[in-house]
């Protein structure tokens, strides 16, 4: 929708599912720098609302102290998830003792194996507070061949993958998921351990001095993971509000 003052357009905003995730309309809505502090960011939500075919919440994020964020809060919006800060240099790979299991890289692992670890790593992930949609698997590999790092992502392979550190290709530093492929992987704070040290170690043989993570509060192997490692940066919230 947008917001017209005469001819002029003042406001906009949308809401929008995606084929990953479909249990909350994705919501956008920008006003004209000159019109905000007036209420018309809150007459577009309270419209948007309105025009949602099914009564699923909406939902924003941002880091903490973002703009989004305190509009979102200012509408009723409450934290769904919590993704702790996780900037963190190469070099803190020593703080994860290397007691682990041996490694590969992506490049050792068939593509198709490489798939369906990626797809099943995600689904679980999300699966109690964010579900995948029918299908998402399609739309969650586009771009996945394009974006991932085969030299410096890490697996532990016994005899599919088990564990991984994801390395995506990203600016201005790359993008790191690390999980194991299954919730109840049964030594899985160790096999990741070993996937996250040798995928940061093989990033600062690289050169390559930083990196963030893309993990959440609630994934049980990688975030008593990341309490161990030196971490900057500002918490980021996922909101929804109904
Ligand atoms: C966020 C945005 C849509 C708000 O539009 P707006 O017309 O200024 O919003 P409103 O006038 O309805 O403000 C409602 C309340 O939101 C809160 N709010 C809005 N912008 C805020 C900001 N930058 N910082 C803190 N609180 C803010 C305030 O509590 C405000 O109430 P108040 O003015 O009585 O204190 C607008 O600033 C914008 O277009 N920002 C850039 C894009 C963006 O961040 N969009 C949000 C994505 S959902």
Redesign the pocket.
Known sequence: MIGLDEDEIV?SGRIFTTPVHASRYE?????APD?????????VAAHLAELRPDPKPMC?RGYESS??V???R?LGAHPYQTCPPQHVRTSSAAALPSAGPGTVTAADVDAAELHRAWTDTYAWMHDTWSPVAPGFEQALLAGFDADIDLAHSRFVVDPTVRAGAYVFRDMPKPVVVAECRTRDEPSGRRVLQACIRDCLLSLAADGTTAITFDGHHSDPHFRPLLDQLPTTGETFLLLEWT
Not at 27 to 31: A, G
């Open positions: 406001a919501t956008e809505i920008i006003v019109r905000r502090g007036r209420g018309l960011g809150s007459q924003t703009q989004p305190r509009f979102a200012y």
